[in-house]
C-alpha cells in the first residue's frame, strides 16, 4: 500500500499561523472572549482578482487563502492538484442568515442572489477551483465533526487506488452571532469553552521527498461506546503501532470533560489544542495542522512553548459536541 | 470485483415509494403542479409531497410531536425502503450511510428566524438540525447504521458523489455495504434562490424545448444500497455501478460554460473509468433541468462526446421536479428501475428542438429499449458536475 | 437627470461591492458588460434588478430586456426616468 504524506500545510486561525513561524517563534495569543475570531492575513493581497474577491463572505476568502497558499510553489505559480476535497461543518453561514433574513423580513422579495449563491457548502472548493481553472474532482463534505476527516478520507482513497497522485483538502468554518447565540442559550461557553473559527489546508501526495509528515489513517467514530484511551489503542492497533511509539496525543478535547481527563491520566504524552483555536465543525484541522508541524519542525510542546525533540507518531484526538470523535495518526517522514 | 445495486428507495411528488415512482413515470404522469403544503407568494409550479412533516413522522413510526427536520424525514422513508429491497442485514457486515443534500434541515432554520421576525418564542432545538450533517446523523439513528457515516454538499450533484465516496469505501473493504443517495425538500429558502437567479419556469419545465424558460423545484430522496459481489452473497441485483467521475466545470459560480467542458470531461472520465465507449451507453439521464443554459451546455457536451450517435436520453425532472441535492440519488434509482425493465422513460412538453442544436429527446416510452448500460448525469452549482455509468 | 446618474453609481458601487471604484471611475456611457467597461456579470444583472426594485420601485422580469436596459449607466437612467411611478 503506498504511503500518504502531507506535503505542505496552510492555516488561518484565531493564532497567528498564515505565516507559520511567527506561531513557533512567539508565544500563543490568548483569546480572553469566549468567541475567538482569526488572525486574518491580508486578503486584497492574497486574492488578488478583485471581481472575484469582492463577493466573498469570510469564510470564502478563509478557505481560498490557505488553499492558495499550499498551492505557491517557489516560483509564484500555482500548483495544480489532481484532486480537490472541501470541508466544513456550517457552509456559508453568514450568507445563508442574511438570505434567510431577506425572505422572512422583505416577504420574498427584494432577493440579493450573491447570498443565496454564497450560502450552498460547496462555494470555497468552487471558487478555488475557479481561479485555478481547475477541471478535475471537486467534491465537498457537510457533515459536523467529520466533515474534514470525510474530506481526507476521501483523497486518501483516490491516492491509494490511483484516482489521485496530489489532492488538495481543505475544511473552514467561520463564527456567527446567531450560531454563537443560541449556543450560549444552551449553556455551551462556559468552563472556558471558546468559539473559533478557521480555514486548514494540506496538499497530500504520494511522494516522500520533501514532506512534512506521513498522514497514516484517519477514523470517525459515532457514537463512541468506549474510553477515549481503548479508542485510540485500537485505532494505533490496527496500524501496527504500539502506545509507547506514539510520542505525543493531541488532544482537542470538545465538552466532554471527562475524556480530557481519562486521556491526561493516562499513559500518553498529551497537549490540548483546543484553547488555541477554539470550537468549530472543522477545528480537527487546527489539530492536524499543529501535528504536522510539530513532526516537520522537530518539535514538541514543552513547559512554556515548544522544545526540539523529534516526534516519531503524533495522534490527534478530536470531539465535536460530545457527538463525533475522531483519530488522526501522523509519523515522521525522515 | 463489481459494485451491485441491491437496493432501491425513492421518495418524490410521485409517490412515497419506488413502485409509485415507477407507475407514474410508466404513465407519463407528473408530479409537479402548484403548490399546496408550502407557504410562499412565489406562484411557481413544484414537485411537492403532500405529506405534512407530523404525518411523514407518523409513517416512520416517529413521536411526531418531536422535531425532525424535513431533510431527515424524506431520507428517512427513501434509505428505509432501499434497505428492506435489498434485505440488508446491518448486523452482520459493515455497514455506512453517505448522503448528499444542499440545505440540510433549511425547513426548521426558515421556523426559527420566522419566529423570531415575528417576535414568537423560537425553539433553539429547530437550529440545531440547520447543518447538512444533521440530517444525515438523524438519518444514521433511525436507520441503526453506526460505522461510517458522512455527507456531502455540492448542491445539484451532492448524491451522485455521494455514490462515488460509496463505491471507493466498498473498493478498499473499508465497508461491506453503503445505503447511499440524497434528500433534500422543498423550502422558501430554494424557491427564493432560484428565484433571486430568475430560473424559475413560471409554467411547466420544458428541458432541451427551444421555448424552455427555467426549472420547476422538487423535493424527495432517492437511496441506493451498494454491495461488493462477493459479499452480497448472490443476492438478485438491479445492476453495477460500472463508473463514475467528478469534474469541475470552473467557468462561473452558477452558470455551465458553452462548450460544456465540465460536463464533457465528467461523461468521458466515466466512461474511461468504466473502460467503455461512448458507443457502449444505451441510455443517457440527463440533468435536463429546463434552463436556458444547462440544457444548451449538456447537449453541446453531449454532441461533442457521442458524436453523430447520441443514445436516446431524457430527463426524468419533467415528473419529479428538480430536486437539488436528491436528484443524483432519485434519477440514479430511476436507472436501476430502467435497466431492470429494460424500458426508457422519456421527457414531455418538448415541441421544438433548441435552434442552436437540433437534438431530440425521447418522448414516448420505449419498451423492450434492448438497455444494458444507461449514464446518468447530474451538474451543481460551482461547477460541480459528475456522471455515473450503471449496467447490467 | 445628473443626480440620478450619480445616485446610480454610488447605488451600484455599494450594493455590488465594487471596492476601490469610486463613481469618477464609472463612464455613464461605457458599457458596464463585458470587456471596455467596469466588466460585471451576469450575477451583477441580477443584483441591479433587485437594486432598481428596492431604490425606485421598477420590476424587470425578463432577463433579455435587463441585458438591454442595463447596457450602461446613462441607459439605466433613462429607463428609470421613463418608468418610474
Redesign the interface.
Given at each position: 500500500m503506498e504511503q500518504i504524506y502531507i506535503s505542505k500545510a496552510s492555516t488561518i486561525s484565531p493564532q497567528n499561523t498564515f505565516i507559520a513561524d511567527d506561531f513557533f517563534n512567539a508565544e500563543a495569543l490568548v483569546c480572553e472572549s469566549d468567541k475567538c475570531p482569526a488572525v486574518d492575513p491580508d486578503y486584497k493581497v492574497l486574492i488578488t482578482d478583485a471581481g472575484k474577491r469582492r463577493r466573498m463572505g469570510h469564510l470564502i476568502k478563509m478557505g481560498v487563502s490557505t488553499s492558495l497558499a499550499c498551492l505557491k510553489q517557489a516560483d509564484g505559480s500555482l500548483f495544480m492538484p489532481d484532486a480537490m476535497m472541501s470541508a466544513t461543518g456550517m457552509g456559508g453561514l453568514e450568507d445563508t442568515e442574511k438570505f434567510l433574513r431577506c425572505i422572512i423580513d422583505n416577504d420574498e422579495q427584494l432577493l440579493n442572489p450573491s447570498n443565496f449563491i454564497q450560502s450552498t457548502g460547496n462555494t470555497f472548493g468552487g471558487q478555488t477551483g475557479l481561479l485555478l481553472g481547475h477541471h478535475g474532482y471537486n467534491v465537498t463534505y457537510a457533515h459536523g465533526g467529520f466533515s474534514m476527516e470525510s474530506a481526507l478520507i476521501d483523497a486518501m482513497l483516490q491516492l491509494k487506488d490511483g484516482s489521485a497522485k496530489t489532492a488538495l483538502v481543505t475544511g473552514a468554518d467561520e463564527i456567527t452571532t446567531t450560531e454563537y447565540e443560541a449556543m450560549r442559550k444552551m449553556g455551551f461557553w462556559r468552563n472556558g469553552r471558546q468559539m473559533g473559527e478557521g480555514s486548514h489546508s494540506f496538499l497530500l501526495t504520494n511522494e516522500k521527498e520533501g514532506a512534512v509528515c506521513e498522514l497514516v489513517d484517519v477514523k470517525t467514530k459515532r457514537p463512541l461506546n468506549e474510553s477515549a484511551v481503548d479508542y485510540i489503542n485500537s485505532f494505533i492497533g490496527s496500524n501496527g503501532i504500539k502506545a509507547e511509539d506514539v510520542d505525543l496525543v493531541l488532544t482537542g478535547c470538545d465538552c466532554d470533560y471527562a475524556h480530557l481527563k481519562e486521556l491526561e491520566e493516562s499513559t500518553f504524552s498529551t497537549f490540548n489544542y483546543k484553547h488555541y483555536c477554539g470550537q468549530y465543525a472543522t477545528a480537527s484541522g487546527f489539530g492536524l495542522w499543529l501535528g504536522a508541524e510539530l513532526i516537520g519542525r522537530g518539535l514538541m510542546p514543552a513547559a512554556n512553548g515548544w522544545e526540539k525533540k523529534q516526534a516519531r507518531h503524533i495522534v490527534i484526538y478530536n470531539e465535536y459536541r460530545m457527538n463525533d470523535y475522531s483519530l488522526m495518526l501522523l509519523k515522521h517522514a525522515l | 470485483m463489481a459494485t451491485k445495486v441491491t437496493g432501491i428507495g425513492i421518495v418524490s411528488a410521485l409517490g412515497l415509494n419506488a413502485n409509485d415512482n415507477w407507475q407514474a413515470l410508466q404513465d407519463k404522469r407528473t408530479g409537479v403542479g402548484p403548490l399546496v403544503r408550502l407557504q410562499?407568494?412565489?406562484k411557481v409550479p413544484a414537485g411537492e409531497i403532500e405529506q405534512t412533516n407530523e404525518e411523514l413522522a407518523t409513517m416512520l413510526g416517529l413521536d411526531a410531536k418531536k422535531t425532525y427536520s424535513r431533510t431527515a424525514l424524506l431520507g428517512m422513508m427513501a434509505a428505509r425502503e432501499a434497505i428492506k429491497d435489498a434485505n440488508l442485514d446491518l448486523n452482520g457486515k459493515r455497514v455506512g450511510l453517505i448522503s448528499g443534500t444542499?440545505v440540510?434541515g433549511m425547513d426548521l432554520?426558515?421556523q426559527y428566524?420566522?419566529d423570531v421576525?415575528n417576535g414568537k418564542r423560537a425553539h433553539?432545538r429547530n437550529?440545531?438540525e440547520?447543518?447538512?450533517?444533521?440530517s444525515?446523523?438523524r438519518m444514521?439513528d433511525y436507520l441503526g447504521i453506526?460505522d461510517?457515516?458522512?455527507?456531502?454538499?455540492?448542491?445539484c450533484s451532492s448524491s451522485a458523489?455521494a455514490i462515488?465516496?460509496a463505491d471507493?469505501?466498498l473498493?478498499?473493504k473499508q465497508l461491506d455495504a453503503v445505503v447511499v443517495g440524497g434528500t433534500d425538500p422543498l423550502c422558501?429558502?430554494t424557491i427564493?434562490?432560484f428565484?433571486?437567479?430568475?430560473i424559475l419556469d413560471q409554467e411547466q419545465c420544458r428541458p432541451f424545448d427551444d421555448t424552455r424558460n427555467g426549472l420547476n423545484l422538487g423535493e424527495g430522496a432517492g437511496f441506493l444500497v451498494l454491495e461488493r459481489d462477493e459479499t452480497a452473497e448472490g443476492k438478485p441485483a438491479y445492476c453495477n455501478l460500472l463508473g463514475y467521475?467528478?469534474?469541475?466545470?470552473?467557468?462561473?459560480?452558477?452558470?455551465t460554460s458553452a462548450n460544456g467542458?465540465?460536463p464533457f470531461?465528467a461523461m468521458k472520465g466515466a466512461l474511461e473509468k468504466a473502460q467503455l465507449q461512448p458507443k457502449d451507453i444505451d441510455y443517457i439521464n440527463a440533468h435536463g433541468t429546463g434552463t436556458g443554459n444547462n440544457d444548451l451546455s449538456e447537449a453541446t457536451a453531449i454532441g461533442r462526446l457521442f458524436g453523430e450517435e447520441v443514445p436516446p436520453f431524457s430527463s426524468t425532472k419533467v415528473y419529479t421536479g428538480h430536486t437539488l441535492g436528491a436528484c443524483g440519488g432519485i434519477e440514479a434509482a430511476f436507472c436501476a428501475l430502467m435497466l431492470k425493465h429494460d424500458t426508457i422513460i422519456p421527457t414531455f412538453n418538448f415541441c421544438n428542438p433548441m435552434q442552436e442544436l437540433g437534438m431530440k429527446p425521447e418522448t414516448d416510452v420505449r419498451k423492450n429499449a434492448g438497455l444494458k448500460t444507461v449514464m446518468s448525469n447530474s451538474f451543481?452549482?460551482?461547477?460541480?458536475v459528475s456522471s455515473l455509468i450503471f449496467g447490467k | 437627470m445628473e443626480n440620478l446618474i450619480e445616485q446610480l453609481k454610488q447605488q451600484i458601487i455599494e450594493e455590488l461591492n465594487l471596492e476601490d471604484t469610486t463613481p469618477a471611475d464609472i463612464d455613464p456611457a461605457a458599457p458596464l458588460f463585458g470587456d471596455g467597461g467596469i466588466g460585471l456579470d451576469s450575477i451583477d444583472a441580477l443584483e441591479i434588478t433587485m437594486l432598481l426594485e428596492k431604490y425606485y420601485g421598477i420590476k424587470i422580469s425578463d432577463p433579455k430586456e435587463a441585458r438591454t436596459i442595463y447596457s450602461s449607466i446613462n441607459s439605466i437612467a433613462e429607463y428609470i426616468k421613463a418608468n418610474q411611478k
Open positions: - | 410562499t407568494v412565489h444542499s440540510g432554520s426558515e428566524f420566522t421576525h433553539l437550529l440545531f440547520h447543518d447538512c450533517g444533521a444525515t446523523m444514521a453506526k461510517f457515516m458522512t455527507t456531502i454538499s455540492t448542491a458523489n462515488m465516496l471507493r469505501m473498493r478498499s422558501k429558502f427564493n434562490g428565484t433571486s437567479l430568475m467521475a467528478n469534474a469541475n466545470d470552473a467557468y462561473h459560480q452558477t452558470a467542458e465540465g470531461l451543481g452549482f460551482g461547477g460541480n | -
